[in-house]
Each structure stands twice: as C-alpha cells, then as structure tokens.
C-alpha cells in the first residue's frame, strides 16, 4: 500500500518560523516533524511514499531526495500554490496507483500503529479519530456502534488526520483547490465511510506554542 504525507500547507500560525523554513521541516528533539513521520510509515511497512509540497517545498526534496537514506520510494508532488487537501490527493493520483491509499497529515506527532492499516477494509474511506484537544473541543464525527463514521447522532471525536481512501472517492473531483471534508461528507450520506477511533499520542503542530510542547514531550525519551 502506498502512503502521501501531506506537507503543501503555508503555515501561517507558525510564522515567523515558517517563513523561511517549510512547516514540515520544523524542528523537534532534533529533527524535522516530516522526518519523524517517514521512519514511521517505513517501520510499518510503508516504503513507497508520496510527499505533496508548496511553500519552500525545493527544502524538503533537498533534504528528503528519493528517500533511500530512510529506507523510502519517494516520489514528489508539487504544487506551484497548495491545493488543500483533497485538490492535493487528486493532484497525485497519478503517483498514488488504482488501489487503497493511507494519508497522513505532515503536522501532526503520533505514536499512532500505522501497521494495523495494513489489512484494514476500505469502501470509500476509513478515518482514524481520537479524543478531541483542547483547540478543537467540539469534535468533527460520530462513530457509531457498526464503525461506520457521520456527522451526527451521538459523542463526536477529532479526524486525526489519518485516513485511508479509495481513488474513487475523488473521481468526480476537477483538479484544482479543493477541501476533503465536503467529499466525506458526501460519502458518509451514503454510509461508505468507517472509522476507528484511537485514544494514544496525538498532536497538531500547528502554533510554535505546540512545537514548543512536542519538543519537551519528545525530550523526556531523549538519551542524554
């Protein structure tokens, strides 16, 4: 199965920092968040990769080549102006193959086990969600007795920005910007959309407050 990272986003919260650096390419416990990402889908056994880019996005295929110093198949996908998340994935069909897919968004920090995707039954997607954080209290889904994932009838968690999608879920999708949500959405009316729901590490690193955060939650596991 292969795997996109998606690492297009600007990153404005994060300016400064972002302004000369890809937000991918931040830094925590001594490496960059894209970094801690790729070791690992690798370590699951997710070796052919695609990584989307924007802003400053030359940085990461400078530091990431074709991957092979991590053990990776990369292949790159840019955008010449980020196309969010579904026009992104429609943008890399292309590399991505007829079959399931997993995405991963490049801001977040996980000790999610991404192996048990492996196996996973796909209809049109699968969602990981997890409990909602403290800037996102409301939540995004429901996930119901069955697994099947919507927007309402009960207790809602955060997509965590793991997701694993059939091509078909975006074959009626014009390539240009586009959002993913209105797309799931879509696809939960008709109840084509599981999900699970994980309750360990996870973190958005979307403010230089959180980066800050994961870099001490990080450097308790750091040898000295």
């Not at 119901?144 to 999608?165: C, H, M, R």
Request: proline residues 7%.
């Amino acid at each position: 199965m292969k795997a996109m990272i998606l690492a297009a986003g600007r990153g404005e919260r994060m300016r400064p920092l972002t302004d000369h650096t890809p937000k991918p390419l931040l830094t925590a416990a001594g490496k960059p968040l894209l970094e801690r990402t790729l070791k690992q889908l690798v370590s699951a056994g997710f070796t052919d990769i695609v990584i989307n880019h924007a802003h400053l996005g030359q940085q990461i295929e400078d530091y990431f080549g074709n991957g092979q110093a991590w053990g990776a198949n990369i292949a790159y996908s840019p955008e010449g102006e980020a196309l969010e998340t579904a026009g992104g994935i429609v943008n890399a069909l292309p590399l991505l193959g007829d079959e399931v897919f997993l995405v991963v968004n490049g801001d977040i920090a996980t000790d999610f086990p991404f192996t048990i995707l492996k196996n996973q039954p796909v209809d049109l997607a699968h969602l990981v969600l997890i409990n909602n954080p403290s800037q996102h209290p409301t939540g995004d889904f429901v996930l119901d007795a069955q697994a099947y994932v919507s927007e309402n009838g009960g207790e809602k968690f955060t997509f965590s920005g793991i997701g694993l999608y059939r091509p078909e879920l975006f074959s009626k999708q014009p390539p240009g910007k586009s959002k993913l949500a209105p797309l799931l959405r879509q696809a939960m009316a008709g109840r084509h959309v599981s999900g699970q729901h994980y309750g360990g590490f996870w973190m958005d690193i979307g403010t230089p407050e959180r980066l800050r955060e994961l870099d001490a939650y990080l450097g308790q596991f750091t040898k000295s």
